[in-house]
């Protein structure tokens, strides 16, 4: 048993928390984050938490709307509901769009996935009831992104000028995703190639701020292992696959050749790589998460809340069981109404479903206390839920295997389908566990009280559970989710007729999850490239290196990776460039001084980096429903074609189609000028506040200099043979 907390408020103090206000303002930023967060997933494949974001935003609009009695803990309810949207759909986008990867393209509906969302959000949150006490009050584990919450929303009590910060953001990154995703006016990729001998290699970036804030947030460590993974994939494995097997045709230029190759085919390394991190994370965790289990069936759970600190009383468990059982029930006929659907027998529908409902009522208590557990460790933004979601996918898959295949001799798409229904329910809950722990330390640290934070992250998983499958289904008709999907189902044709999927969403996890059930159930799948993953897996995990963020980055296309790296190299040259103000040197470790000055500069940074994903991704948001409605209404056009000076009718649709527009499309050079404009306003925001330069007042470029030198020393003393390093 740790020493007791003393909290913010104190547990004596009764103050305003779960008002109308705070739940009015939780649910419209609730809605808007859930949004934004579904669409930076389909596009890049990752989420980052909306719990500082949402706090700073909750703090703003509260004092914009002049209401002065606002305290600490409506902010804390606010942000609650809001982080929880973002987490439900990180289990959604997971899972759900590989329907269109597999061929249920009918199935990627709203009733669908709000299903999976409800039953596996309101899971996860109710089995953290039981976990809050053993993992926060006793176990006391860290929860990082918790007490950065909290020192953000003790900041916004006391005030400061850091408020302001978000707003600045917001709008730079809409403006930016309005004129790249909504006008088209400039380009949002740029590849290059070249061919050396018959290896063709390329370079690309995605020139987008949200994955460039991704990558400060993440930092230079993370990045740069997603880097190595794709380098590993596009400068060594396509090159040789190229010249052993041949490369693609069809009068593509180098690069998009390249490409295409890494995308056919080298990306399963990736896919085999994810797979055995997956599992090894968990395995590498067994031990504190064993015991994390045992403590909470050892707790003392009792309901008595008498003599109880209002700080320490949660929603009582004999009121939360029948609800628990009732999930269970519903989630049983959920999966037989769906399988029935499908084609399956009555008798099979009931069979299958009654086991997967007893399969997700184990699973899920067991994946809520590992996403808990590991939250409290490195934080939910860097917990491994994809790598969770492969474990119960292969659990599911053996499930499905014996009872569907074996025994009762189901269709492989009936068994496909089953394994993706009972598997995306337990993804979703243990999405959502890890968020909920870490939102629940921050409550700790404010002086919150746990019961009614609990109805707050309820509130919260029905605002996503409604927003994330509405988003998904939006997104989808404007874009596509997944190429291979828009291969086959394009909205968009280039002049010469054929598909043009450059907007689609890459959707990767969700596409790892289609391959590999597509895989285990007879489908298509290169294994000799799966094969190649776990054996560059084993190497990874055998010389301590992170294995998931290595095979992220051999797994997500190079123009991601790319972008995400140079957020990470931006990061690292703002700390460093403190520690050098600071302590005048760079040789050693930083001091302490410099270390805590660094963490005031970044913290700036990292406010500028949500809102700068928060502002872009919901542009791709808010162009979407232009292009859906521009689909739906004739006279309404998407807005690249609000400037059209040639169109035609469709006669297929009877809808405008712009032929050529006043504002074209900028070239691939000044669409780099553009983006380094916003990335230079961003780098300029985000150093403001640094301590004086020894080089002159504001003089940056010596001091980046200088740890440009001092990188390349530190890279080449790391190659080095431990007995000659310095």
């Given amino acids: 048993m740790t020493a007791a907390h003393t909290p913010y408020v104190g547990a004596e103090e009764n103050i305003a928390e779960l008002t109308v206000r705070a739940i009015v303002l939780g649910l419209i930023l609730g809605a808007l984050m859930t949004a934004a967060n579904t669409y930076l997933g389909l596009y890049m494949g990752m989420t980052v938490s909306d719990s500082i974001p949402a706090a700073v935003m909750s703090m703003l609009l509260l ?18 509901m809001t982080s929880a949207g973002e987490s439900l759909a990180a289990g959604i986008i997971f899972t759900m769009p590989a329907l269109l990867v597999m061929g249920f393209a009918s199935d990627m509906n709203f009733v669908t996935v709000f299903c999976v969302a409800i039953l596996g959000g309101v899971l996860g949150t109710i089995f953290t009831i039981a976990l809050r006490r053993v993992f926060i009050v006793e176990e006391a584990l860290l929860y990082p992104e918790g007490i950065a919450c909290e020192e953000v929303l003790v900041a916004g009590e006391k005030g400061g000028s850091s408020l302001i910060v978000i707003l600045y953001a917001l709008g730079l990154g809409a403006i930016y995703g309005w004129f790249v995703k909504g006008f088209e006016i400039s380009q949002g990729k740029v590849m290059a190639g070249i061919d050396l001998v018959g290896a063709r290699i390329y370079g690309a970036s995605d020139l987008s701020l949200a994955l460039l804030s991704v990558g400060y947030i993440v930092g230079l460590r993370i990045a740069s292992y997603i880097f190595t993974g794709a380098l590993l994939g596009v400068l060594l494995i396509t090159p040789v696959y190229g010249l052993v097997h041949g490369w693609p045709s069809g009068g593509m230029d180098v690069a998009h050749s390249a490409h295409a190759l890494w995308s056919t085919h080298v990306k399963f390394v990736g896919v085999g790589c994810m797979v055995v991190g997956g599992l090894w994370t968990l395995w ?25 600190l209002r700080t320490e009383q949660d ?119 890890g968020d909920v722990m870490q939102d629940l330390k921050t409550g700790h640290l404010v002086g919150a009280t746990p019961w009614k934070q609990q109805i707050a992250e309820v509130v919260g998983v029905i605002t996503g559970a409604v927003m994330a499958p509405l988003t998904l289904v939006v997104l989808n008709d404007a874009y596509r989710i997944t190429k291979s999907y828009c291969m086959d189902n394009p909205v ?178 000044l669409s780099l000028l553009f983006f380094i404009w916003f990335f230079m306003v961003f780098t300029y925001l985000a150093t403001r506040g640094m301590p004086q330069s020894k080089n002159g007042r504001g003089n940056i470029i010596i001091d980046w200099i200088a740890i440009s030198f001092d990188g390349v020393r530190r890279f080449i003393n790391s190659l080095k043979p431990p007995s000659m390093r310095r």
């Fill in 284 to 308: 590498s965790m067994r031990t504190p998460i064993m015991t994390g289990v045992r403590r909470v069936f050892g707790a003392d759970l009792t309901d008595d809340m008498d003599g109880v």
């Fill in 63 to 80: 004092r914009l709307l002049k209401f002065k009695d606002v305290t600490i803990l409506e902010n804390n309810a606010v942000q609650t």
């Fill in 492 to 669: 968009r044709f280039y002049a010469d007729g054929s598909p043009n999927c450059s907007a689609a969403l890459d959707a990767p996890q969700a596409e790892i999850i289609g391959t590999l059930i597509e895989g285990i159930f007879g489908g298509t799948v290169n294994y000799p490239m799966l094969g190649l993953g776990v054996l560059i897996a084993i190497i990874i995990i055998w010389k301590g290196l992170p294995v998931m963020s290595v095979a992220i980055g051999m797994y997500l296309p190079f123009y991601l990776s790319a972008t995400i790296f140079i957020g990470g190299v931006l990061n690292h040259f703002v700390l460093r460039t403190v520690h050098l103000r600071i302590d005048g040197t760079l040789s050693g470790e930083p001091t302490e001084q410099a270390i805590d000055a660094g963490t005031d500069v970044s913290k700036r940074g990292l406010l500028l980096s949500a809102g700068m994903i928060a502002g872009e991704a919901l542009m791709g948001v808010v162009v979407a429903m232009f292009i859906v409605l521009a689909n739906l209404i004739n006279p309404i056009r998407a807005p690249g074609d609000w400037f059209c000076s040639e169109s035609h009718i469709d006669p297929g649709t009877g809808h405008s189609i712009c032929d050529e527009r006043v504002i074209g499309t900028l070239p691939t050079w």
């Fill in 315 to 433: 929603l009582p468990m004999n009121k939360m069981m029948p609800v628990l059982i009732g999930i269970v029930i519903l989630t049983f006929l959920f999966y037989t109404w769906r399988l029935n659907l499908k084609g399956a027998s009555l008798v099979e529908s009931l069979i299958l479903g009654a086991l997967g409902s007893l399969f997700l009522a184990v699973t899920a208590f067991f994946f809520s206390a590992v996403a808990g557990y590991i939250a409290g460790v490195v934080g939910s933004s860097n917990s491994p839920v994809s790598g969770m979601t492969i474990a119960t996918l292969m659990g599911t898959a053996l499930l499905v295997w014996v009872v569907g295949d074996v025994i009762l001799g189901m269709e492989q798409n009936e068994l496909m389908y089953a394994t993706l229904i009972i598997a995306s329910v337990v993804a979703v809950n243990a999405a959502i566990a």
